[in-house]
């Protein structure tokens, strides 16, 4: 009985390991701001604080990436409580919204699902959804996968 006890509690230390691995490249779910830009190694800065009441509503880190032979601004929101919930990529410079939905489907493939009219896709290996979305033109939003 005991041994069963033991090979559940180390199944349930091995699925939180790998749940707090999964994300998007040195971004990990649940990291703090802090956390964000020490893993940037550089490539991220801390945006501003917002009021607590006001989380969610602006990215508290900011970089800069080429991703999908694009290059986005991207924005990392966390909340005070959950560390990283989500990551947008913005387009820079000149685009197509097609440019980015073509990008994101030979990333992420071509079997395509819809929610509300925008594309997405469960990167599964990643644990992570990944979504085309119209915000400030054309951004692709990065959010944990729960499925």
Not at 65 to 72: A, I, P, S, T
Request: proline content about 5%; aromatic content about 14%.
């Amino acid at each position: 009985m005991h041994r069963l006890a033991g090979l559940i509690a180390a199944l349930i230390v091995l699925a939180s390991i790998q749940t707090a691995q999964a994300g998007w490249r040195y971004a990990q779910w649940g990291m703090s701001p802090d956390e964000l830009v020490a893993a940037a190694g550089g490539g991220a800065v801390r945006h501003y604080e917002p009021a607590p009441e006001r989380w969610g509503e602006y990215p508290s880190a900011k970089g800069k990436v080429r991703e999908m032979g694009q290059d986005f601004e991207v924005w990392f929101y966390t909340d005070p409580y959950d560390g990283l919930y989500m990551i947008r990529l913005v387009p820079t410079g000149l685009y197509w919204c097609i440019d980015v939905r073509e990008s994101a489907m030979a990333r992420w493939g071509y079997d395509v699902r819809f929610n509300d009219g925008d594309p997405y896709w469960n990167d599964r290996r990643n644990e992570l959804r990944a979504s085309v979305i119209g915000f400030r033109g054309c951004t692709v939003k990065l959010e944990p996968l729960f499925e």
